[in-house]
T-cell receptor, first 113, second 117 residues
Framework: ETGVTQTPRHLVMGMTNKKSLKCEQH?????MYWYKQSAKKPLELMFV???????ENNSVPSRFSPECPNSSHLFLHLHTLQPEDSALYLC????????????FGPGTRLTVL | AQTVTQSQPEMSVQEAETVTLSCTYD???????LFWYKQPPSRQMILVIR??????QNATENRFSVNFQKAAKSFSLKISDSQLGDAAMYFC??????????????FGTGTRLTIIP
C-alpha cells in the first residue's frame, strides 16, 4: 500500500476538453509533487507544493494549472492540451519539501487526441 | 546541473540469478543522495534503496544492494536471487543534500528488467 492515490488511472481527452487529475496522500506529508513521465525520457518535475503553497514551477505551460487546497490533496487542471502532452502523470509526496525521500502514486495515463 | 545516465535500456536475467543495473551521474557537489526506484507494470514508483553520499558503506535492503563508487560517480544496483516480481522499470535518481534550491530529484531514463522463468 503506497499511501498515495491518484484518480483517474486512465484519461482520454480532446484538445478542447477541460479535465482534472486528483492526487491524495494518506501519509501526513507536507509536500506534494507533480511529475510528467514521457516515453524514453527521464521523469520531469512539474510542480512542488509545500504546506499548500507552490514552491516550484518548472516552466510548465499555463494549460497545466495545479491546485493544492490542503496538504493531503493535489489537483492538476488541464485545458486545451496538445497531443504531445500525452504521458503518465505521477504524483508524489514527502514529509517535508526538503525531505529527500518521495513516495509516488500509481499515476494517471493521459491520452490527448 | 546534475545528470543521471542509465546506459542499459533493457536487461534480462534468469529467475534466481543475480543481475546488476548500472547508473552513473554527474555532479560537482560532494554531498547528495542517490536512489533506485522500481516501476512495475502497475506504474507505481516504489523506492527500492537509498544511499547517502557521505556514507562509505554500501546500502543493502534484503536482496537489493548497491555498489556506490563516489570517485567514479557510479551507483549500480545488484539484485540477488531474482524473482518474477522483480520485473519492472528501474530508475536511478539523484538529489542534492544542500537544501536550498536543489531539492528536486533528477532521474535517469530507466532500465527495463525482464525476469526469465
Amino acid at each position: 500500500e503506497t499511501g498515495v492515490t491518484q484518480t483517474p488511472r486512465h484519461l482520454v481527452m480532446g484538445m478542447t476538453n477541460k479535465k482534472s487529475l486528483k492526487c491524495e496522500q494518506h501519509l501526513g506529508h507536507n509536500a506534494m509533487y507533480w511529475y510528467k513521465q514521457s516515453a524514453k525520457k527521464p521523469l520531469e518535475l512539474m510542480f512542488v507544493y509545500s504546506l499548500e503553497e507552490r514552491v516550484e514551477n518548472n516552466s510548465v505551460p499555463s494549460r497545466f494549472s495545479p491546485e493544492c487546497p490542503n496538504s493531503s490533496h493535489l489537483f492538476l487542471h488541464l485545458h486545451t492540451l496538445q497531443p504531445e502532452d500525452s504521458a503518465l502523470y505521477l504524483c508524489a509526496s514527502s514529509q517535508e519539501w526538503r525531505e529527500n525521500t518521495q513516495y509516488f502514486g500509481p499515476g494517471t495515463r493521459l491520452t490527448v487526441l | 546541473a546534475q545528470t543521471v545516465t542509465q546506459s542499459q535500456p533493457e536487461m534480462s536475467v534468469q529467475e534466481a540469478e543475480t543481475v546488476t543495473l548500472s547508473c552513473t551521474y554527474d555532479t560537482s557537489e560532494s554531498d547528495y543522495y542517490l536512489f533506485w526506484y522500481k516501476q512495475p507494470p502497475s506504474r507505481q514508483m516504489i523506492l527500492v534503496i537509498r544511499q547517502e553520499a557521505y556514507k562509505q558503506q554500501n546500502a543493502t535492503e534484503n536482496r537489493f544492494s548497491v555498489n556506490f563508487q563516489k570517485a567514479a560517480k557510479s551507483f549500480s544496483l545488484k539484485i540477488s536471487d531474482s524473482q518474477l516480481g522483480d520485473a519492472a522499470m528501474y530508475f536511478c535518481a539523484y538529489r542534492s543534500a544542500t537544501n536550498f534550491g536543489n531539492e528536486k530529484l533528477t532521474f535517469g531514463t530507466g532500465t527495463r528488467l525482464t525476469i526469465i522463468p
